[in-house]
Every structure is written in C-alpha cells, then in structure tokens.
C-alpha cells in the first residue's frame, strides 16, 4: 500500500495519524497532539478509504499560496480592543508555535480567570477551565517576525500584521 504523506496538523502542527474507524469499514485522519479530525470515510475498498481520508485531512482552504498554517491563539480583551479598533497592528507572542511569514493568525478574544455571564449567551461563547472565548475573533496574514533576543525577549517574537476579511 502506497503511503501518503500528511501534512502537519493546520490548529496546533501536531502530527497526524490515519485509523480505521467502526471495525475497519471506513477511516479518518486525526491529530495526536490536538485530537481534531477528519469526518470518517467509508468507500468498500481499504485503500480507496484511506486516499479518501487522507485527502481530506491534507486539503487546506488557501491552497494556492502554499498552504499556509493558521495558528489559532487567545488575546485579553484589552489587547483585543485595540487590534479590532486597528491600532494595534502587531502581536507580541510567546514562541510556543512555529511562526511563519504567510502563515495566518486567528486571535480569539478570551477573559482570563472568570465565568461566562450566563446573560451575555452568544453563538461562539465557550467556557474553559482559565477563562472563557467571547466567541469575537480576528484574523491576520503575518506580514513580518522580529525574533533577535536584542531587541525582543528570549522566548517571544514580535509579528506584524495584515487584516484578513473574515
Ligand atoms: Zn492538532
């Protein structure tokens, strides 16, 4: 069998695995970092499964310049504020991703350390145990990265930033 290579998970970069699913009659991709995964696919024939599946998982929306990964990160809502009011246009982040130039930036606006006001319910609204996302995001191109520890401290990178309409 053929082996098809995958391409790194588009959330977080982890690394995907293909597995059969209900006793072997269909397949999916996940990611075994992160556990996102592609719908199962089931097509009678074992390989024609797992091409199906793995094309799935390697398809990416913005295919035509390269596939860039979009890093999906929290921002507090004081930050969030002023990237949504366009006044701020970089982020200062810990390197705890593999920025690159091209790659996008979904910034979730998230309160840290508090409880959803149960009357402020909206569509995109989650509870986590640190905090909760408002369900408001923003997303960017990553335009530039300054990651020189003279000017930036170890650890963290400088990213400019270019709007994307959502
Ligand atoms: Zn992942």
């Known amino acids: 069998m053929e082996e098809i290579k995958l391409k790194p998970c588009p959330f977080c970069g982890g690394e995907p695995m293909y597995t059969m699913v209900n006793h072997g009659e269909g397949g999916m991709v ?40 979009i890093h999906s990160v929290k921002c507090h809502p004081d930050y969030f504020k002023s990237l949504k009011d366009g006044t701020k246009t970089f982020e200062v982040r810990k390197k705890d991703h593999l920025y690159e130039v091209g790659d996008h930036l979904a910034i979730n606006e998230f309160v840290p350390n508090s409880q959803v006001d149960p009357y402020s319910m909206n569509d995109g609204l989650r509870q986590t145990d640190g905090g909760f996302y408002t369900g408001d995001s923003l997303l960017y191109k990553i335009t530039y990265i300054l990651d020189d520890t003279e000017y930036c401290k170890d650890g963290m990178v400088i990213l400019g930033l270019a709007r994307c309409e959502i």
């Open 30 to 69: 996940y990611c075994t970092k992160c556990g996102i995964c592609t719908t199962s696919v089931l097509t009678n024939v074992p390989y024609t499964t797992y091409k199906a599946a793995t094309a799935a998982w390697n398809r990416r929306v913005n295919e035509k310049d390269g596939g860039y990964m």
